[in-house]
């Protein structure tokens, strides 16, 4: 009889060892490979050596600031990236999701629902099955969701994981609303635990990469009370 392979290598970047020991065996036991390092600069070398399916990061690290290697990882790749911190206040939580991040764990948390949540980002992350899907155009913007690239006007756009993913949600709803708690469970989570200030802050970050006036929006309108709407693509006559 065959050992079952592990569902996912999960790179934990965490100095403490009485946070680190148990949270790896915890992985373990949930099926998931560990590799451990209580290092900035561990991190950086282990996750080109190891190409883990997820990394989950502490910000504060002996040799380095986590919000750096964060922003490295992302220069790198675009593997999953769960922040790890004892702070907890919203401004903290959305520094970590503009530099690249995926999700934001605060200290001291539950093992089991931390487990939860990295199968959730990594079924987000997983490419997806059945047909494949053919690039959008609407107006002077192009997503392409297999290359997963946008172009404004032909210049690609620098977008982080999380933007891109909201960019392609409303460009496939182009001209529809989608409500804000649509777009929260699909980009983020269905059991997201922040506030959906991190939906806005993200929604001003796109349309400041799509030059889009919020006053007077080409792209991106907001539906009071209800979500947001695409502009709709033109009917070729």
């Not at 970047?13 to 992985?27: K, T, W």
């Not at 487990?115 to 690039?135: H, M, N, T, W, Y």
């Amino acid at each position: 009889m065959h050992a079952q392979a592990p569902s996912g290598r999960i790179l934990v970047v965490e100095d403490e060892e009485s946070i680190s020991a148990p949270f790896a065996e915890a992985l373990r036991r949930a099926g998931f490979e560990a590799v451990v390092t209580g290092t900035a600069a561990g991190a950086l070398e282990l996750a080109e050596s190891e190409e883990p399916d997820l990394v989950m990061l502490d910000l504060a690290l002996p040799d380095g600031d986590g919000r750096d290697v964060c922003r490295e990882l992302r220069r790198r790749s675009d593997v999953p990236i769960m922040m790890l911190t004892a702070r907890g206040t919203e401004m903290d939580k959305i520094v970590g999701l503009e530099l690249g991040a995926d999700d934001y764990v605060v200290k001291p948390f539950s093992a089991a629902e931390v487990i939860s949540r990295i199968r959730a980002v990594l079924r987000r992350s997983a490419p997806r099955d059945g047909a494949i899907e053919k690039p959008i155009r609407v107006g002077e913007v192009e997503l392409d969701p297999e290359a997963r690239i946008a172009r404004l006007r032909g210049a690609e756009l620098d977008l982080s994981r999380k933007e891109f993913d909201l960019l392609a949600e409303l460009m496939r709803n182009a001209g529809r609303v989608v409500k804000r708690e649509d777009l929260m469970s699909k980009v983020w989570d269905v059991n997201w635990f922040g506030s959906t200030k991190t939906l806005d802050v993200h929604v001003g970050w796109l349309r400041r990469k799509l030059e889009d006036d919020p006053a007077h929006p080409a792209y991106i309108e907001t539906v009071r009370g209800v979500g947001f709407r695409f502009a709709a693509p033109e009917v070729e006559q």
